[in-house]
């Protein structure tokens, strides 16, 4: 294959080292992935020595890029539908990785803007972590029934029963037949769950949240946990932009090869 993207230096066939340092991999991990199939297995002379192409190259630091930003499984499975499938196919695969990287930071995003209209109410600061004790001598009055709570989050009662179950949100059993009853704290508790669970977040990812409401910071620790989330999402984004024309030269064989095969 014609070499399609800049950055391969020479010609011709490379040796095991020659890929090594072209792509940043050890000469061990190139054959570790040739094995994997990340790249396709590299020609062999007549002694046996391995000989590969631009392309291996790459493929390797295309590979990289997905594995940063859709992790190494994935990126193992995308490369090797570049290598095999349609043009068309092969560019909506890259671009599928765009969108879910967006679709992830708009989440991040919502979920940021939710804590920060919580934590300004005055109903938060019992979950603040503020050490002020508020919230704990909260009369019955400001308190909710589990079926309240689910009407005016707009959730099943069943969704709070199993958030109480994964230790998400905790509710005050306070009536003689332990009907559960949840004070300001918990209710501000359940907004951020449903807030974080409506923008796509699965439990790990709110249990990460919610934890960090109990530690000295509260809901700004919940910020920064947020914050860093968006920091994760922008380091995978600008991986896969990196691989943008190592990827051009994979997605191009796709449509070379296509070609040859009609």
Known sequence: MAERAGGVRGAGPMRTV?????SGYSVQQVRDLERLGVIPPAARSANGYRSYTAFHVHALRA?????????????????????????????????GVHVRLAREREEALRALAA??????????????????GAG???????????????GALGVRTSALRFWEQEGLVL????????????????????????????????????????GSLAGPGGLAEAERVLGLRLERITARTVALLHAGSDLAAVIAAAGDAAVGAS
């Open 18 to 22: 020659d890929v090594a340092g072209e």
């Open 63 to 95: 590979y990289r890029g997905l594995a940063a930003a859709a992790g190494p499984v994935e990126a193992r499975r995308m490369l090797a539908g570049l290598r095999t499938g349609t043009l068309a196919g092969a560019a909506a695969a890259v671009g």
């Open 115 to 132: 804590v920060h209209a919580i934590r300004a109410e005055p109903g938060a600061r019992g979950i603040d972590g503020d050490g002020d």
């Open 136 to 150: 704990a001598g909260d009369s019955d009055g400001d308190a909710m029934t589990i079926t309240e709570l689910a």
């Open 171 to 210: 509710p005050e059993r306070v009536t003689s037949l332990r009907a559960r009853r949840y004070g300001p704290p918990a209710i501000a508790a359940a907004r951020i769950v449903a807030a974080l669970r409506s923008c796509g977040y699965g439990v790990p990812a709110v249990r990460e949240v919610m």
